[in-house]
């Protein structure tokens, strides 16, 4: 099984990404529901290829965090 790196950003709603497979995109009101419609479009995707013969990619994606001082924060609250 390969597992692909989605994005989810937060606005409005809820919407995700999925930088190794162009074009799998969805949004939705809960966190929850954009990760299932990811998971159901990525499954749809994968298959529409294999279908059309087309080859699957490997997912190369890696995500990390990097931490941010919490001074910069604390100066955003203190300049409002």
């Known amino acids: 099984m390969r597992k692909y790196a989605?994005?989810?950003e937060k606005g409005r709603n809820y919407s995700a990404?999925?930088?190794d497979?162009?074009?799998g995109?969805?949004?939705a009101d809960t966190l929850e529901e954009v990760k299932r419609?990811?998971?159901e479009g990525i499954e749809f995707h994968l298959r529409g290829m294999r279908e059309d013969g087309d080859p699957i990619p490997e997912p190369t994606t890696t995500v990390d965090y990097v931490e941010a001082?919490?001074?910069y924060f604390e100066e955003a609250l203190h300049s409002k």
């Open 6 to 8: 989605i994005v989810i």
């Open 17 to 19: 990404y999925v930088l």
């Open 21 to 23: 497979l162009p074009g």
């Open 25 to 27: 995109v969805a949004a």
């Open 37 to 39: 419609l990811m998971q």
């Open 69 to 71: 001082p919490a001074v």
